[in-house]
């Protein structure tokens, strides 16, 4: 929830900044001053500390003050950080969407369009010269892949998709220059996919990784897209990390479309459907 306020903070109101400043400097005690004090201290009126609530999302002092509330508790770790054993349904609706919401605002606001940028470069470069697209994935990242795939051959391109080590490593070393490689791995630490990102750069092919910053495999990709997030990957199933993969692959699939042109992907992706139609109940 704090992750959220800060990266709502350039979209509010001058008054409603002082606000969230106010609270991102002592969410604890913010939750526990009436709206006159609130008010007082951010040196705006009581209107506009309710106005605030409900410009990040809640619907009023109250229901901002109890969310808090739950944000700020001790000793919880992220996602299960801020969902306690004794939460109601609702509660855990609220937090898992506030973290994941939190997250993307994050990314939003942090992510580098210029490692974008090369990565869509050498994904039209691929499709213009009919060379392969590659993704790769263990686990959850697995399934990532596969939405990958999906949707870049829908585009026209050349794609596969491999959640097997073995088959990744087979696969890396028939690639060529003027291919591409997209890895996906929460940790950046899986040997598979590590090996997999060696042989294929060493075979000239463009490696372009996702995953976070710092990890092994953030170095051994030549574009780098940083999937930054304070979930662990040790402890449970990916959440947001695994909606975070999807956000980022969204993102270059409706680039490179862009890139690619209109009048190449709407005509194949209306003959897409309309073959599809048949598959359909009227």
Avoid: W
């Avoid at 800060?6 to 709206?35: G, H, I």
């Avoid at 470069?121 to 993704?135: D, E, K, N, T, Y």
């Amino acid at each position: 929830m704090l992750d959220r306020i800060q990266a709502s903070l350039p979209s509010l109101a001058p008054a409603e900044q002082r606000v969230a400043k106010l609270c991102l400097a002592d969410p604890r005690a913010f939750t526990l001053l009436p709206v006159a004090q609130l008010a007082d201290r951010a040196h705006v009126s009581k209107p506009t500390v309710v106005r605030f609530c409900r410009s990040v999302g809640y619907n009023g002092l109250a229901d901002f003050k109890q969310k808090l509330a739950g944000t700020v508790n001790e000793g919880v770790p992220f996602i299960h950080r801020s969902v306690d054993v004794d939460d109601k349904t609702a509660d855990v609706l609220v937090k898992v969407i506030d973290n994941t919401v939190a997250a993307f605002l994050k990314y939003r606001n942090e992510a580098s369009s210029n490692q974008i940028d090369k990565a869509v470069a050498a994904l039209v470069a691929a499709f213009q010269s009919g060379r392969q697209v590659q993704f790769f994935g263990v686990g959850n990242s697995g399934i990532v892949a596969q939405d990958a795939q999906h949707k870049f051959f829908r585009l026209g391109l050349h794609s596969t998709a491999y959640s097997d080590g073995h088959m990744q490593v087979m696969s890396a070393s028939i690639l060529q220059k003027g291919d591409c490689v997209l890895i996906i791995s929460n940790s950046g630490r899986t040997r598979d996919l590590m090996d997999a990102c060696d042989i294929a750069r060493k075979n000239g092919a463009t490696t372009i990784v996702v995953t976070a910053s710092g990890s092994p495999l953030a170095s051994a990709g030549q574009i780098h897209l940083s999937a930054d997030h304070p979930e662990g990957f040790d402890r449970y199933s990916p959440m947001v990390s695994r909606l975070l993969h999807l956000l980022i692959i969204d993102v270059l699939a409706t680039t490179v479309a862009l890139r690619i042109g209109g009048t190449i992907v709407q005509p194949m992706l209306s003959r897409m459907k309309d073959s599809l139609r048949s598959k359909r109940y009227t």
